[in-house]
């Protein structure tokens, strides 16, 4: 064919891509690129909601519906470039609930996996499978997929907690089912701190065998994390991409505590800065003591307090910087579903 043709078919192409577009087909040479990029590109944008902003909002949805009502009183965290979809980066779900005292959100299960990563306030509780946690500040709770789980407050005063769901990556799959319990609270069947005791102390039951490929502990109380994160800042080692990081770990097999969601807690020493790192998979973070400047590469820093939370889409290279004292972050990522399919890479500078 010499140059002529394909110039001629050029002029009657796009009558060829309207029959084409008739019959369902199209042609791939158009979308290749995209469909098949070079490196990843993600809608996503870097984003930070403060506390300042966000807690008197939470705060008047607890005005305006009750717990009950809601089922959850939760605002969520829509990232700006992907408005209307619930989404905090492509593939991750975050959201803020409040529970006032004596109020029940009442239980459900679904498939999608969630971490509870608390903010504020005393007297709080998750139940999960027959068994009720308390939840202080910094603590992680963890209701694994199909679980029954409730939230209640016995305490005073509002309790507030980050809700980290892999909503996105279950609706791409298409595997969302949810039911409703009988009763708004599930019935305990397990005295508290009974998981702890049999997962949580470095042992396990002897003849434990894993039924669920998430973790058996449920809270993993911060003021444990916070022990080990300040004992390994007395060493003076730190890794310089990462400061002192420590990623919540299932007892049973070393893996990530869920199979989709990683979460992460760090200690950036006063005055440290992270070297400039990215990796493939997606990240929420949140100030828990401390304030930070998140740097993501060709934008503006932002500084971030306590209570800040921080979208990172994936691919995006950073650089985080501890700017009043000690500072605290916790983190979570869809790096353990990266890990697992093969796809996961970073790059360290
Ligand atoms: O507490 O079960 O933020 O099912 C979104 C969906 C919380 C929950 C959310 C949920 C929950």
Redesign the pocket.
Same mark, same amino acid.
């Given at each position: 064919m010499n140059q002529q043709n394909i110039l001629k078919n050029s002029v009657d192409r796009s009558e060829f891509y309207q029959k084409l577009d008739s019959l369902n087909l199209a042609p791939l040479w158009e979308v290749l690129k995209g469909l098949v990029p070079s490196d990843p590109r993600p809608t996503a944008t870097p984003y930070a909601w403060h506390w300042s902003i966000v807690r008197p909002q939470l705060l008047a949805a607890g005005s305006s519906i009750s717990a009950e009502e809601a089922?959850?009183r939760?605002l &969520?965290l829509e990232n700006p470039a992907l408005r209307g979809r619930s989404q905090i980066t492509d593939t991750l779900?975050?959201?803020l609930?409040l529970i006032l005292p004596g109020e029940v959100?009442p239980a459900?299960r679904?498939t999608?996996s969630?971490l509870?990563f608390v903010l504020e306030g005393d007297g709080g509780y998750t139940a999960v499978a027959g068994e009720r946690t308390m939840m202080h500040r910094g603590d992680l709770i963890l209701?694994p997929f199909w679980t029954w789980?409730d939230?209640g407050h016995d305490g005073d005063g509002p309790v507030i907690w980050m809700?980290c769901?892999d &909503?996105p990556l279950v609706g791409f799959l298409k595997t969302g089912f949810?039911e409703e319990h009988q009763d708004s609270a599930q019935a305990m069947t397990r005295p508290e701190g009974y998981s702890e005791a049999r997962f949580g102390s470095g042992l396990l039951p002897v003849e434990y065998r894993p039924e669920s490929s998430t973790s058996p502990i449920f809270n993993y109380p911060y003021a444990r994390t916070r022990e080990a994160l300040h004992r390994l800042a007395g060493t003076g080692e730190i890794d310089p991409h990462h400061g002192i990081c420590l990623r919540y770990v299932n007892p049973v097999n070393g893996d990530w505590v869920m199979p989709t969601l990683g979460p992460t807690m760090r200690l950036l020493p006063a005055d440290f800065s992270t070297a400039k790192y990215r990796s493939t998979d997606s990240a929420v973070f949140v100030v828990l003591e401390g304030e930070v400047e998140i740097a993501v590469e060709g934008r503006p820093p932002e500084i971030l307090q306590e209570n800040g939370v921080f979208s990172m889409p994936g691919w995006s290279p950073y650089t985080i910087r501890a700017l009043k004292g000690d500072c605290v972050l916790f983190s979570f990522s869809d790096r353990p579903v990266h890990e697992k399919l093969g796809l996961f890479r970073e790059e360290k500078h």
């Open positions: 089922e959850r939760v &969520v779900y975050a959201g609930q959100a459900h679904h999608q969630a509870r209701t789980h939230h809700d769901l &909503v949810r």
